[in-house]
């Protein structure tokens, strides 16, 4: 999949189910699914890497959200040990209810760490900005220049120290980082007037009569929307009648138009557009259709099993075997990377 709009449902649904289940196994099959997939881009040869170890922060999350309710809430009937005294939210019954409870917490948030994580592997930052509508192209500008600045700043950082060996400069203390801070805050104004100019001198933020009238048009027709919406709302919670659902509609309707509108008066310039291919529409449709498939309120499927609650006495999760096949519809991402890989290496023979 090259299309960060595929990525971004595979996400999507990836976040659907973290947040709609509780039920240990389901669990363990997403995060597993998760993990096949970044291991597939890892194989393909992606240059991105984590800053981190992400299963030494996943344990981290594990370990701190067990220790944490486990300490914290004393509630279920299999105790482990107490801990004497009278010490606020800490003395108490260590219940294995509640670690179970704190690890499954834990499990969830390593889920969607993994997820986010799997996603920066497979699209580049140009991409992910990409998606922010036209109507926010300063936002967009503002949040390239943004993460770009981090990089830029660690490279001329290496370059100072280098440069600065070179002059048998030595690190003993506090005192030595002064040679290094100053043109490293010099290099960094320096770069910024240069960014500044470069971006007066193509026009950025600049307007015309003509494009601040489509401008006041396009918010005029969202702060409308807003104020339907708000009524809709209104009007539904005072009387249930399904009038205010249309208001609604009718609000998300105008929003829509304004931030259209907004968008026609800001122009992109793409160098390399990535073009849709099956595979694009085979992964956003079998990210929607996993949760379709769970969210469909049919007896057989067992949609109370995604519900598991280890109070007041542990037991056993229930499983089911149609929502568990389901679940394995996220590793279709992870299958299409290893399928592209194949026929590379044997276009190459």
């Known amino acids: 999949m090259k299309q960060a709009w595929s990525w971004v449902a595979w996400l999507v649904a990836v976040i659907a189910m973290l947040s709609i289940t509780r039920n240990p196994l389901y669990l363990v099959i997403i995060v597993l699914c998760i993990i096949f997939v970044g291991v597939s881009l890892g194989g393909e040869g992606s240059n991105i890497r984590p800053p981190f170890s992400l ?17 914290t809430s004393h509630y279920g009937h299999t105790v482990l040990f107490a801990i004497p005294g009278k010490v606020p939210l800490i003395s108490g019954n260590i219940t294995i209810e509640a670690v179970v409870y704190g690890a499954t917490n834990g499990l969830i948030l390593t889920g969607m760490l993994a ?32 993460v770009t600045y981090l990089p830029t700043t660690l490279k001329q950082f290496k370059q100072i120290r280098e440069a600065q060996e070179v002059r048998g400069h030595q690190m003993h203390g506090l005192r030595d980082w002064l040679p290094l801070l100053m043109p490293l805050l010099v290099g960094g104004l320096e770069h910024a007037m240069q960014l500044a100019e470069a971006m007066t001198a193509r026009g950025f933020a600049s307007g015309s009569p003509e494009k601040g009238k489509h401008l006041l048009y396009a918010r005029g027709l969202m702060l409308a929307g807003v104020l339907v919406l708000i009524a809709g709302w209104l009007l539904e919670i005072g009387t249930a009648t399904g009038y205010g659902w249309v208001l609604v509609s009718c609000g ?44 469909f309120p049919a007896p057989a499927l067992g949609r109370e099993t995604m519900y ?27 299958l299409l990377v290893l399928i592209n890989s194949s026929n590379r290496i044997k276009y190459s023979k």
């Open 308 to 334: 598991y609650d280890p109070y007041p006495a542990l037991q056993a999760p229930d499983f089911s075997l149609v929502i568990g096949l389901a679940l394995l519809g996220l590793l279709l991402p992870g």
């Open 115 to 146: 997820g986010f994580t799997v996603l920066n592997l497979a699209l580049p930052v140009r991409d992910l900005i990409s998606l922010i509508p036209r109507a926010f192209f300063p936002v967009a500008v503002v949040t390239s220049i943004a």
């Open 55 to 71: 299963w030494k922060f996943a344990g981290f999350i594990i370990l701190l959200a067990t220790g944490f309710n486990a300490l």
């Open 252 to 295: 998300v309707i105008l929003i829509l138009l304004g931030l259209w509108l907004m968008g026609r008066q800001s122009r992109r310039t793409i160098y390399h557009r990535q073009h849709w291919d099956w595979q694009d529409g085979v992964g956003i449709f079998g990210a929607f259709a996993i949760v379709a498939v769970i969210l």
